[in-house]
């Protein structure tokens, strides 16, 4: 592609065809003003503030629109230019009301800057009466469009960013205005409160509502939001030691200028007066405020006292996928080197641990293998067991912006409704459980219709024979017969992905978290190589929960695995770190995460350190978990609140919050992003990673480390693949970690190209039904997932005033059909029963839902997890916790069930 010259102010520059004026202007560092432009969104010229000149003939040209030609003379400030720029913000201003002394946009108005700039103060053109403000009851967005601007911006947003359709241009000429359908308010309308909207209006005219904070924000700082496993990058407004307000950041490769509500409006937890401020020790039943040199000292005395009476294994250590990778690191350093015990697990055991024993088995690699740049531009989606719109937003809106823009082709398998449904080619439904089984059908068909990629096959991977043999018994008629679903559809799908250019496949909890779940991600990965999608081309994206999931399993903080995955077994890993942290290491691996709760139970167990973790809540059996918990001799607990988990605790530790500390979240993708500290801790909290290191040095095994750069340095040379961030950070002197491959500073991905051992390995998989526990009344099959407005143990989202005013309690959603058979109605309250526990909720009618199915959002303390059983997979030692069987009680008004 040959390059275009043009004069740009007297000044020859270059680019390439189709770049606008505007692009070329800034590439080259000349300033043009505009409104309606932002780098996400397609220009469409709407302000013409970015008026510039041509000199060849005269013409004014919208630069933000306009494409460079040859020969082109423009002057992006001449007298006509400014001129007519100061008539165009005359006009906006005179219909925009004279509030700025009271507007809370403040210096964050665009049009305010503009017309300083400008020069420009009273307007002499008559004033235009605009709308009035409109009455919202949402807690988030209150929109005055007597400040719009008729930029566009929020609209473009909306429909090419978010890609939600929730508004749109309403009535023409001076009427015109940003509004819903049918002008309801936003809290009727499709409006999903990501947000984004509010972070691009150039005015006041859409802002943030109940702001516990307000006030213009004196730094901004870039860190990641805690929430979800996206590891969405957002801006901190900060003032006065608090969060005025949070904004996604433009230029993130994650999510490109959007948020989710719960990274817009949930992260005010931080400010929670909950917020534990100083350690507690336990005393005669009842917590008293201490110091960290007493509380510190009492820790590592009984841990002392525990490991010498009854040995290192009598010890067990929960870390956090929500604290950093150092944290995780040190953690897992200070249980081998200091406590002497390998029993140590974090919480993303309950639903990552299928991925990384079913990648792990077929591509050598534990994770994701694609960029989101390659799910963006696949030609083919495939999402199965996963609902991104709630549970991974900025996966839902590239998938969103792929079909809608980019013509890709999107299969939905699901037995729910789901948001992305509606833009799907194909939406099947199986029946729970059988997802092993259609896999499996789908692979056969491919092969026996000679769609597989064989060049890839026979060059990149190996048991392709025994693998493609123990398909024989997944004929379409059983497929069929076992999921539901019609042969057609089978056929259509497996056409479709065969015939990918480029193809992805998501899944999520759906896959992860039902009883055969390491098969189930066996069996993706199976699809995924056979199609060629899986390294060279597309990608396999396993969502994560968490947002540091990923990271806290590679720092390894694993019973099973040193950090890096490296195996216990391997006598030169132990030898190395050994060498490294003066200190003996078992070789034996230590107790999972629910083992650890059953090792309590039993009295095998007898003094525990939890981090961040909530298994009181977030565990299957919450009552027996206590039970069980409450037999230990000894708990230490460290976090931001005073949880069920911590009121059981021995001595309760105040952690910082993720906005008051430093250090770097892995994401789902295995992007690697630097979290910066925002604010000081409240009171005399500390972070997780000081918390350790004290602990540690109490303990007389003080840790060779001064900054949290040395414990980077020291994860760089121990994890072999986050060594590349060393040579990065020594090339460029970037201290984000920064790797020349990407495209943000700050940045780098783990995974590149194809498999680590340098093969695929095809693995057979069986379908086992579910054994059914439809008996004794349980007719209903229990489906349970995530939140829009609420988030994992509902520790941090619970303490989220606007959440938790907009999604105030839990709820059994039920279809039409099923709520007419028991004679209830969308007010009711019902028992839930199941074979292991029941629970009390309200009803809430889902016409979408199958019959026979139930749904349930976890994300609340309402003890959903008392319905499943504490029964662990052999291959992954984890829990299914996805869908049980259950039957459902009418509650009276007099309070019986019927």
């Known amino acids: ?262 990274g817009s409006y949930g992260l005010d937890f931080v400010h929670s007066p909950d917020r534990l401020k100083s350690p507690l020790i336990k005393v005669d039943g009842r917590f008293k405020e201490t110091t960290w040199e007493e509380a510190l000292s009492v820790v590592a005395d009984r841990f002392m006292q525990i490991k010498k009476a009854d040995g290192a294994d009598a010890l067990g250590v929960f870390g956090a996928s929500k604290c950093t990778n150092e944290e995780n690191y040190l953690l897992q350093r200070f249980t081998r080197s200091v406590l002497g015990t390998n029993n140590i697990d974090n919480g993303s055991r309950l639903y990552n641990a299928a991925s990384r024993v079913g990648l792990g088995t077929t591509l050598g690699y534990t994770g994701t293998t694609g960029s989101l740049e390659t799910l963006e531009r696949s030609s083919v989606i495939f999402v199965i067991g996963a609902d991104p719109e709630i549970s991974a937003p900025a996966i839902s809106f590239a998938i969103k912006r792929a079909v809608k823009f980019k013509g890709a082709q999107l299969i939905v398998i699901d037995p729910r409704r789901t948001p992305l449904t509606q833009f799907a080619a194909l939406w099947l439904r199986p029946r729970p459980g059988t997802d092993i089984a259609l896999l499996n059908g789908l692979a056969k068909l491919i092969i026996d219709e000679k769609r597989m990629d064989e060049e890839y096959v026979t060059r990149m991977t190996d048991n392709f024979a025994a693998w493609a043999k123990s398909l024989s018994n997944y004929t379409l008629a059983r497929v069929e017969d076992l999921t539901g679903i019609r042969v057609k559809d089978l056929q259509a799908a497996a056409r479709l992905l065969a015939g990918a250019e480029e193809g992805s496949i998501v899944y999520g909890n759906g896959i992860t978290q039902q009883p055969e779940s390491a098969g189930a991600v066996i069996a993706i990965a199976n699809l995924a190589m056979l199609t060629g999608n899986a390294g060279r081309r597309g990608g396999i994206f396993a969502l994560e929960r968490e947002n540091n999931a990923h990271g806290a399993c590679d720092m390894g903080a694993l019973p099973d695995f040193l950090p890096g995955y490296q195996d216990l077994s391997d006598v030169q890993a132990r030898k190395r770190l050994e060498e490294r942290w003066h200190c003996s290491l078992s070789s034996r691996p230590g107790l999972t995460a629910m083992e650890m709760i059953q090792a309590a139970e039993a009295g095998v167990v007898k003094g525990m350190f939890i981090i961040g973790e909530n298994p009181m809540v977030a565990f299957p059996q919450p009552s027996r978990v206590k039970e069980a918990l409450s037999k230990l001799e000894f708990i230490v607990v460290a976090d931001m609140f005073l949880t069920e988990m911590a009121g059981l605790a021995s001595v309760v530790l105040p952690a910082a919050s993720f906005a008051e500390k430093e250090g770097t979240f892995t994401n789902f993708a295995g992007i690697i992003q630097r979290v910066q500290k925002a604010l000081e801790p409240v009171g005399i909290s500390l972070p997780d990673s000081e918390i350790i290191m004290r602990l540690a040095r109490a303990s007389g095994s003080p840790m060779p480390f001064s900054s949290l750069q040395q414990v980077r340095e020291e994860i760089e040379r121990i994890v072999p693949f986050y060594h590349p961030a060393a040579a990065a950070h020594a090339r460029t002197g970037d201290p984000d970690l920064s790797d020349v491959d990407d495209t943000m500073p700050g940045n780098r991905r783990l995974y590149h190209g194809l498999f680590p051992r340098g093969f695929g390995r095809f693995v057979p998989v069986e379908y086992t039904p579910i054994i059914d526990e439809k008996t004794n009344g349980h007719r209903f ?118």
Do not use: W
């Open 1 to 262: 592609m040959e390059a275009i010259t043009i004069v740009l102010n007297g000044v020859p520059v270059s680019g390439f065809p189709g770049t606008s004026i505007l692009d070329l202007a800034r590439e080259s560092g000349v300033y043009i003003p505009t409104l309606c432009y932002d780098e996400n969104l397609v220009s469409v010229g709407a302000c013409r503030l970015c008026l510039v000149e041509d000199e060849r003939n005269g013409a004014l040209l919208a630069s933000c629109v306009a494409p460079i030609s040859p020969g082109m003379v423009i002057k992006t400030n001449s007298p006509r230019v400014v001129e007519h720029r100061k008539k165009i913000l005359k006009l906006l201003l005179a219909s925009h009301p004279d509030t700025c002394l009271v507007c809370d946009k403040g210096n964050r108005c665009h049009l305010r800057k503009l017309a300083a700039e400008m020069g420009i103060g009273l307007v002499e053109y008559q004033k235009i009466p605009q709308p009035d403000v409109i009455e919202e009851l949402n807690p988030f967005i209150e929109r005055d469009l007597s400040k719009c601007v008729m930029c566009g911006k929020c609209i473009r947003a909306d429909q090419e960013l978010v890609v939600e359709g929730a508004i749109d241009y309403m009535n023409r000429g001076t009427a015109v205005r940003p509004a819903t359908l049918n002008d309801v308010p936003l809290e009727k309308s499709e409006c999903t409160f990501c947000g984004t909207c509010v972070a691009v209006c150039p005015t006041g005219a859409i802002m943030e509502k109940n702001r516990t904070y307000t006030g213009t924000a004196m730094t901004t700082v870039t860190t990641v939001c805690p929430y979800c496993g996206c590891g969405c990058t957002v801006l901190l407004g900060i003032k006065d030691g608090k969060i005025i307000y949070t904004r996604p950041a433009p230029t993130s490769p994650v999510n490109r200028g959007t948020l989710c509500a719960r």
């Open 781 to 898: 099959t229990l489906m349970v997932g995530s939140s829009r407005y609420r988030f994992g143990a509902d520790g941090r989202s619970s303490r989220s005033a606007r959440l938790k005013q907009f999604s105030p309690g839990d709820y059994l959603e039920i279809s039409a059909v099923d709520a007419g058979g028991l004679g209830v109605n969308g007010v009711s309250r019902v028992k839930v029963v199941s074979a292991h526990g029941e629970l009390l909720t309200y009803l809430k009618i889902n016409d979408s839902l199958p019959r026979g199915l139930l749904y349930m959002p976890l994300s609340y303390s309402g003890g959903v997890y008392e319905l499943f059983p504490a029964v662990l997979s052999a291959g992954t030692k984890a829990p299914a916790l996805k869908t049980c069987a259950v039957r459902l009680e009418r509650i009276t008004e007099d309070g019986e069930a019927k």
